[in-house]
């Protein structure tokens, strides 16, 4: 089984090995096919077979598109000892077929930044940067206009001077910003060098792009180059890990505001943490099946539940139909203490058996309630629905130890109402 498996790895790893040469051959055969493209078209060699131009002769012969032949001859142009030669220059050997076709659009300047460790998708970001250095230098060339500073307003002349802050600050701020820890260990001086080329570029390749800057971060040996656009003018500063890790140190010093997450300083009002509300009184909610004011709003006499109520707290110049009875029970602001509150509560149910049993009862006074409501007076049906509402309160109460004194006023109020009309509370109770 060891056997199989070692000889398993030593096929994978030849097969590798063949097929980076043959990328490389690829890459390399392109610079071949662009010189070979280009002779034929410099020498008017497809006149021999009577084609009108090289795209012509690479379409009918080989299928070439227009594009694809163009595409072969600025390869070989590009990366090419000479420029016009087979043999394609020594750095760029091993950069495959991919990345040779990306870096074909790529300013001659920039290069420079790209290594055989980068990868396509880097390649592609370098071209995005430099395409918004375009659009940018195209945007200044039209404000520098003398048509377009005649019709801008005019900047006050004592306005002061900003000054541009660093590149490679900005950059690797927001770098930081990105890799807290790492940036916590930098700081501290906890990481050397060549830790912080590992941390960063474990491949030997990496990019971050900040607006129009960007930088390249390599291995140790080769450290990191920045390429910024500033005052109409790209320029590319390269850098050791060593002088990111000094830079990184005096970053904080010099810009306190432009800190890690977790950090306190420099923290915006939004950023701030918020201080919890204060918890609300929950108001009291009738349990399932109670009857409520608003049950009772077509047997209550208009006028009665206002003068009850007490002053009105609704808008004054609210319409009668959007008054608002309020059903939520509140609380007596009495004493604290528990003896106090039930020395309170046992003072006023004496006070309302006191009043209940010195009240004489007429036989009259329930024939004045049969008939038509007037004023101050309660019919036959507000009275049994006063009964019945009093009664599911002190029934729904039974056993709830916290609403001990609200059951025991509910039943003051039930014997009152009883011994006032006996007769109606009896058909109730039938």
């Known amino acids: 089984m060891k056997e199989t498996e070692l000889t398993g790895q030593q096929e994978y790893e030849a097969l590798k090995e063949e097929l980076g040469r043959k990328l490389d051959e690829t890459s390399e055969n392109f610079v071949v096919i662009g010189y070979i493209l280009k002779q034929v078209r410099d020498r008017c060699l497809y006149l021999h077979e009577n084609f009108e131009d090289i795209y012509d002769f690479g379409l009918r012969i080989y299928g070439l598109s227009r594009s694809t032949v163009s595409r072969f001859m600025n390869i070989n142009t590009k990366f090419s000892i000479g420029r016009n030669s087979r043999e394609i220059i020594p750095e760029y050997r091993g950069y495959g077929r991919s990345k040779i076709q990306e870096m074909l659009n790529i300013d001659e300047c920039d290069m420079e930044l790209v290594t055989a460790e980068t990868t396509v998708e880097q390649v592609k970001e370098l071209k995005k940067v430099e395409k918004e250095q375009r659009q940018l230098e195209e945007k200044e060339r039209e404000n520098s206009l003398p048509l377009m500073q005649m019709g801008a307003p005019q900047e006050s002349t004592n306005k002061p001077v900003q000054e541009s802050k660093d590149p490679f600050e900005t950059l690797m701020a927001a770098f930081w910003r990105e890799n807290t820890a790492l940036y916590r260990s930098v700081a501290a001086g906890l990481a050397s060098p060549k830790i912080i080329a590992e941390e960063i570029s474990p491949s030997g390749s990496r990019t971050f792009r900040n607006g129009i800057n960007i930088m390249f971060f390599y291995e140790y040996e080769k450290g990191a180059k920045l390429r910024s656009y500033e005052k109409g003018q790209a320029s590319i500063t390269a850098y050791t890990y060593q002088e990111i890790m000094e830079k990184t140190q005096k970053l904080a010093l010099e810009e306190p505001g432009a800190v890690m997450p977790d950090e306190p300083e420099g923290q915006t009002a939004s950023e701030a943490p918020q201080s919890e509300p204060a918890e609300q009184e929950t108001p009291y909610m009738p349990v399932p099946g109670q009857t409520t004011v608003e049950d009772l709003v077509d047997v209550v006499p208009e006028g009665v539940e206002e003068a009850a109520a007490g002053p009105s707290t609704d808008r004054a110049d609210a319409p009668v139909g959007e008054k608002v009875i309020d059903a939520a029970y509140r609380e007596l602001n009495i ?96």
């Open 335 to 430: 004493k604290p203490a528990k003896e106090q509150q039930l020395e309170s509560a046992e003072q006023q149910a004496e006070s309302a058996e006191q009043q209940a049993e010195s009240v004489e009862y007429q036989p009259e006074m329930e024939e004045q309630h049969a008939g038509i409501v007037e004023a101050g007076t309660y019919t036959n049906i507000e009275i049994k629905n006063a009964i019945s509402y009093f009664d599911i309160e002190y029934l729904s109460r039974m056993g709830v130890q916290q609403d001990a004194t609200k059951r025991r006023n509910y039943r003051i109020a039930l014997e009152c109402i009883r011994r006032c009309y006996p007769s109606i509370a009896g058909q109730t109770a039938e």
